[in-house]
């Protein structure tokens, strides 16, 4: 069975430019979670999605960032504009349920923004 | 809120020897707790998970982690460290739920 998939792995991009980043999650999860990790602040969750539906936005920095998931295999984060702190690596995570589930995580989008 | 320590932001340790690296964390109450791996460039990799089914936790590539409730810790250990064995490992705690709060990491390096 395939893994979570991400797209693209790395990203270089220029301030000010739109950043979309595309995850697929393993079939038949219906929880999707998006996290940045930085050297600075570690791991954090940015948005979770149960059923398709976002539970938990309270992590998206701010009005940049958004994320959708308009079906059980696809979900989308981007950042509008884009600024210089923005560049980390940004991973996706699905599972099965959500009380305490293990979390599987995809290989990440480096993103630079110059 | 939930929050988890990890001592020691690196450890090295020769080829052959004891892997420790600490987890305490702070919730009212048992948690699921799980360590994670990272290796270069990669995503994070479940090693073992507890669920309070057994204090003893066995995962994979020969790690083992024991959860104490009385210290609210849950150290990671394998007895013979090997060259492969070189990453970054992530303790993480969820009370209930989906949250997922992770400690700051710790680096292992592996001397031959």
């Known amino acids: 069975d395939a893994g979570v998939i991400q797209s693209p792995r790395h990203e270089v991009t220029e301030m000010g430019q739109e950043v979309t980043l595309r995850c697929k999650p393993i079939s038949g999860h219906n929880s999707l979670f998006w996290y940045r990790q930085t050297m600075m602040r570690g791991l954090e969750l940015l948005i979770y999605f149960n059923n398709n539906v976002p539970i938990d936005d309270s992590g998206m920095p701010e009005d940049r960032f958004s994320a959708k998931m308009p079906n059980a295999s696809f979900s989308t984060l981007k950042i509008q504009p884009s600024e210089p702190r923005d560049s980390a690596v940004y991973f996706c995570?699905?599972?099965?349920?959500?009380?305490?589930?293990?979390?599987?995580f995809g290989p990440g989008t480096r993103l630079l923004v110059l | 809120a939930q929050s988890v320590t990890q001592l020691g932001s690196h450890v090295s340790v020769s080829e052959g020897a004891l892997v420790l690296l600490r987890c305490n964390y702070s919730s009212s109450v048992p948690p699921y707790l799980f360590w994670y791996v990272q290796y270069p460039n990669q995503g994070l990799q479940l090693l073992l998970k507890?669920?309070?089914?057994?204090?003893l936790v066995k995962g994979i590539n020969g790690f083992e982690a024991e959860f104490k409730k009385s210290e609210t810790s849950f150290h990671l250990t394998k007895p013979s460290a090997h060259m492969s064995d070189a990453a970054e490992y992530f303790c993480a705690v969820s009370p209930s739920g989906y949250k997922l709060s992770f400690g700051a990491g710790t680096t292992v390096t592996v001397r031959a």
């Open positions: 507890y669920t309070s089914a057994a204090t």
């Open positions: 995570a699905s599972s099965l349920g959500e009380g305490g589930e293990t979390q599987y």
